[in-house]
């Protein structure tokens, strides 16, 4: 049988074809190549340091979107002032090698105000162009190499609203030669894909506004699918015309549908704020499509972290206790573990092998050796002293961190 790692690395290698064309080394979009959070080419230490050794930091502006990287670069999209900037850097030192930016102006709603002005999205790679959109709903596409701006579109001519209550948040999946986004606001929105090479409209689901969800791609049944949250329920739709294949009602105090569905072979699993952790199975039978109930966890509901599995087991941070780390069994959704508790308002997840690696709004870098019978810390970093929201990017031997207005590079 394949050990875990093995397994998960081929899952990782398929998944990426699948989406987007990039390397192993590349960690090119949300969650990293597969949209999975596994990292493939991360060279961990034989024995992880007492401090990581910070290598470059630098000011590259606010918000909680994560870095990117390809081609010994990385790019970070960031709010400088009163404008939204993608800027790029050399892995390696830290060199800042072009910016481009825009007026982005923004009004905060209130009960986001600690969040503040974004962007929250985190850019997509993919053949030499580089996507971004902005948390007022601005999409652009630029040359990596330049930072030149190929292609923008402005979805106020096309929507009343053109975000959600607290901003856009959810990140453009690059699927073949097509950018998939959710545009739009609360009740008026479409989920969408976009010609690459020029920004236009292949085809365009108007059921539901969108939520705070990054979608992902599914294959059901031999069908390719495009699923997401958004306002009002989880959703599926073909991913060459946009038709809605299936859809379940799914909503959360104040439309705050956020974590990005977790698929495991024919099972979906996701979650919400305050709702369980819930897995269903996805089968189309006679032409139509069916979901059933397979289990749900009520003690591990997920508010904005979204979960990772390595093997058969499923790891995240409930909003419980004010945040616990916990393992479930995929199959049946048991409770393996959870720690004790207040570790963080979000924590962000990554696999490699048996490997967890997770930054927290405390500033945390958190090692853990995955295991079914206890959380196994191997080490905690402090990386930063203000809130991290970013996903921690595996790069070469060493982790990229965002914090509030900075961008290093630790290695260990």
Known sequence: MLKACERMALVAAAFAVAVTVGSAQDWNQWRGPS???VAIAFKPPASWPDRPTRVWEVPVG?????????????????????????????????????????????????????????????????????????????????RAKDGQLLWRRDFRKEFSRTSPDYGVAMSPLVLNDAVIVHAGGPGNGALMALDAAKGSVRWAWTGDGPAYASPVVARFSGVPQVITQSQRHIVSVDVS?????????????????????????????????????????????????STSAVWQNEALPNYMSTPVVVGDTLYG???????????????????????????????????????????????????????????????????????????????????????????????F
């Open 35 to 37: 949209r999975t959070g």
């Open 62 to 142: 606010t918000g909680h979107a994560s870095p990117v990287v390809a081609d010994g670069q990385t790019y970070v999209f960031s709010r400088v002032g009163a404008q939204e900037a993608l800027t790029s850097y050399e892995l390696s030192t830290g060199k800042q090698l072009w910016r481009r930016s825009y007026d982005a102006p923004y009004q905060v709603n209130p009960a986001a105000a600690a969040h503040g002005e974004g962007p929250k999205s985190t850019p997509a790679l993919d053949r030499g162009r580089i996507y971004t959109f902005g948390i007022g709903g601005m999409l652009s596409a630029w």
């Open 241 to 289: 015309n946009g038709r809605l294949l299936w859809q379940i009602p799914f909503t959360t105090d104040f439309d705050q549908n956020v974590v990005t569905p977790v698929v495991v072979d024919d099972l979906l699993i996701y979650s919400g704020n305050q709702r369980p952790l819930t897995a269903v199975r996805v089968v189309q039978q006679g032409g139509k499509w």
């Open 317 to 411: 941070l409930t909003q419980r206790s004010r945040g616990q780390f916990f393992a479930a069994d995929v199959r049946s959704g048991k409770t393996l573990w959870t720690t004790r508790g207040r570790e963080a308002d979000n924590a962000a997840l990554v696999t490699w092998g048996d490997l967890l690696i997770a930054t927290t709004t405390e500033g945390e870098l958190v090692v853990v050796r995955a295991g079914r019978k206890a959380f196994d810390v191997i080490r905690r970093y402090t990386v930063a002293e203000s809130p991290v929201w970013a996903h921690p990017v595996p790069a070469g031997s060493g982790v990229l961190i965002k914090d509030e207005e900075t961008l290093a590079y630790y290695t």
